[in-house]
């Protein structure tokens, strides 16, 4: 592997305190309400070195979620295979629900949901982009669990993939909006489970 000259050096750790004092500054002050003059000053940096790195305040947002969808292609690989599609589904949101709860935390969650809510955004942001690890591995194992006879058949996958892509939505939501009570992986895998029962073909 080349090592890094220390141009790239710099230009690698500019990057890292602007991703940092970018997302400490939307958990302050609201996505919404921060501008990229504010980053930059708190950066002591020009405008034109932030678009560099980033080509919006939203892309500061997306490169959580690169992160985060790499983490979705460790846990596939340790599912078994052999699992019906709907085990595959809850173990996936049970990796998934224990990394928001003990890596990402509420405060960049809260971060991301907020600015996802936002004018500034396009319709089809990362957020709920199908080309994402996450629903990629989602929808593979609906479309298995429908060819092998798992679930119903009087539904399009396309239906039933919303919907489960949508337990996981609402579910981080709520746990956005509880207080620490509310057991993220516990109740996923519980509201989850219910829903995944109903799609479930019972002939």
Aim: glycine content about 2%; overall charge neutral; charged content about 25%.
């Amino acid at each position: 592997m080349t090592a890094l000259t220390n141009r790239q050096k710099k230009a690698l750790a500019t990057r890292e305190k602007l991703l940092k004092t970018s997302l400490d500054l939307f958990n302050k002050y609201g996505f919404e309400h921060v501008s990229i003059e504010q980053i930059t000053k708190a950066c002591n940096v020009s405008k034109g070195t932030f678009y560099t790195h980033f080509p919006s305040k939203y892309d500061v947002i997306l490169e959580k979620f690169v992160e985060l969808d790499s983490f979705y292609s460790t846990v596939e690989k340790n599912i078994d295979r052999a699992l019906p599609a709907s085990q595959k589904i809850l173990l996936l949101y049970q990796a998934q629900m224990n990394y928001l709860t003990n890596d990402v935390g509420k405060d960049l969650l809260r971060t991301i949901y907020t600015a996802a809510m936002t004018n500034q955004v396009e319709p089809d942001h990362y957020l709920i982009n199908p080309q994402r690890k996450i629903f990629q591995l989602i929808n593979a194992y609906i479309e298995e669990g429908v060819q092998q006879g798992e679930f119903r058949q009087d539904l399009p996958t396309a239906r039933i993939q919303a919907i489960i892509q949508r337990c996981m939505r609402a579910n981080v939501y709520d746990w956005l909006i509880h207080n620490d009570d509310f057991d993220l992986a516990t109740e996923m895998a519980q509201f989850t489970t219910v829903v995944l029962n109903g799609l479930k073909n019972n002939k």
